[in-house]
T-cell receptor, first 109, second 114 residues
């Protein structure tokens, strides 16, 4: 059972544009929502995370927006750069991580 | 400080053979996780160790899969009688404790079953 649904599966953005990746969950026991970034041939690495008591968290060009009532959260990458090209996974934590399916982001120069 | 290391980085085996994949977590991390990532897919949870507690094996896909963690440190994931559908990247992660603690991933072992 997929408890965290992520979309889109792939995304192509021009340099300088905004990349938006969306996730939705059902389990209200989830209480922590990290995003992981994975480059080819590497393991995922934590990018940014949010708790459900805040609606937004920003770190540099990366922002998480969180809608607790809708059980949805999203990652926004502002001023997207070719170096941001990677696979992004949303996740949700109760006792352990449950990952979304991943989004392959390509930022064209 | 060293991160999570995994060996081998690549493993090619024949159908029906057994394989062992190794994970060395970050020193001091009590939680250790194994995931499987098939080509273009997300991360599928396999098993999780926390300290001396009984492992959470709820993600293991069949009884051909097993894992152990010796001395609260190194872990070995064993796949018996490998099948072609076992071909994937097997990722190990460790965290200081569990739950919200950041998981640090190794580079993975790419398993190919011919």
């Amino acid at each position: 059972q997929q408890q965290v649904k992520q979309s889109p599966q792939s995304l192509i953005v021009q340099k300088g544009g905004i990349s938006i990746i969306n996730c939705a969950y059902e389990n209200t026991a989830f209480d922590y929502f990290p995003w992981y970034q994975q480059f080819p041939g590497k393991g995922p690495a934590l990018l940014i995370a949010i708790r459900p008591d805040v609606s937004e968290k920003k770190e540099g060009r990366f922002t998480i927006s969180f809608n607790k009532s809708a059980k949805q959260f999203s990652l926004h990458i502002m001023d997207s750069q070719p170096g941001d090209s990677a696979t992004y996974f949303c996740a949700a934590v109760s006792s352990r991580l449950t990952f979304g399916e991943g989004t392959q982001l390509t930022v064209n120069p | 400080g060293a991160g999570v290391s995994q060996s081998p980085s690549n493993k090619v085996t024949e159908k029906g053979k057994d394989v062992e994949l190794r994970c060395d977590p970050i020193s001091g991390h009590t939680a250790l996780y194994w995931y499987r990532q098939s080509l273009g897919q997300g991360l599928e949870f396999l098993i999780y160790f926390q300290g001396n507690s009984a492992p959470d094996k709820s993600g293991l896909p069949s009884d051909r899969f097993s894992a152990e963690r010796t001395g609260g440190s190194v872990s070995t994931l064993t796949i018996q009688r490998t099948q072609q559908e076992d071909s994937a990247v097997y990722l190990c992660a460790s965290s200081f404790q569990t739950g919200e603690d950041t998981q640090y991933f190794g580079p993975g072992t790419r398993l190919t079953v011919l």
